[in-house]
């Protein structure tokens, strides 16, 4: 995902309608309380979840919040989440609002709600926010990071947050390659065949490609991202490093608007969702 998961369920048009609407029906004796909006930030080891989106076969993390939630407050809660990161995405700091009626101090949530989380999940802050804002529909810079262990020998310790790679990557070369792919550029080719986008235009604010002793840490910003976007650029990236691409050919991939140009797309378990700024 990013990614993020493709759009199924429910549109975004319709979310403030499914919150107010499940909040409504277990208002009970405490309907005449006003409903207030409360915002998390949410983080999670994502290797034994189906993603964040509610999917039909499998547990995720929005089903377990929901569960969660409505446990506490004895509502019927539908969070909204900003990202939907894939199956096997982590996440440091993911945001999703619900609406409830119960009279607990809002930075008390997390509290009570890690308590009763996995401890894969917890909840980093809770605040109150403004009853129509929402987190898919005000402007932000999310950031990604892709983690390789770049070694003769994989390291179990790093086995479930890190992509491992014996091949000598090239880090300088895989910088120069990055930077084709700041700014503003119709991202076809680094997005799956199965995308519901109706737009592969997106922006990129920044992208840095480090080498850590025996890791390389790719760190990508942008506005918003296309399914499997990040993973697919990780996955170029990784080409260059070893050599198949030259960094120039980036340009060429981005201009074909064709997925078969770009490299594979890189496995769920080295992406890590780590910042997201709202303005």
């Given at each position: ?192 065949v199965n995308t519901q986008a109706e737009s592969t235009i997106r922006m990129i604010t920044k992208i840095t490609v480090d080498r850590q002793e025996n890791q390389i840490l790719i760190r990508v910003s942008g506005t918003g991202f296309l399914y499997n976007m990040v993973r697919i650029i990780a996955g170029t990236l990784l080409e260059v490093g070893a050599g198949k691409y030259e ?33």
């Open positions: 995902m990013t990614d993020e998961k493709k759009v199924d369920v429910p549109q975004e048009t319709e979310d403030r309608t499914v919150l107010e609407t499940k909040a409504s029906e277990a208002g009970g004796k405490n309907a005449q309380i006003p409903l207030r909006r409360i915002r998390l930030t949410v983080a999670y080891d994502g290797t034994n979840y189906n993603g964040w989106q509610i999917q039909p076969n499998g547990i995720t993390i929005e089903a377990v919040l929901n569960r969660t939630i409505s446990s506490l407050t004895g509502e019927d809660i539908a969070v909204i989440g900003a990202s939907r990161t894939d199956s096997g995405v982590h996440a440091r700091c993911n945001c999703a609002v619900f609406d409830t009626r119960m009279r607990m101090p809002a930075s008390k949530f997390a509290y009570a709600l890690n308590q009763r989380l996995p401890d894969d999940i917890r909840i980093r802050k809770s605040e109150e926010t403004a009853t129509d804002w929402h987190p898919r529909k005000c402007s932000s810079i999310k950031t990604y990071e892709y983690r390789i262990v770049n070694e003769e020998f994989p390291d179990p310790l790093n086995r479930l947050y890190a992509h491992f790679c014996y091949l000598k990557l090239d880090a300088e070369k895989m910088q120069r390659a990055a930077k084709y792919l700041v700014g503003e550029h119709d991202f076809k080719s680094f997005c799956s960094p120039e050919y980036v340009q060429e991939i981005l201009a074909a608007c064709d997925r078969s140009k770009a490299g594979p797309t890189a496995p769920a378990r080295g992406l890590t969702l780590v910042k997201y700024e709202f303005f």
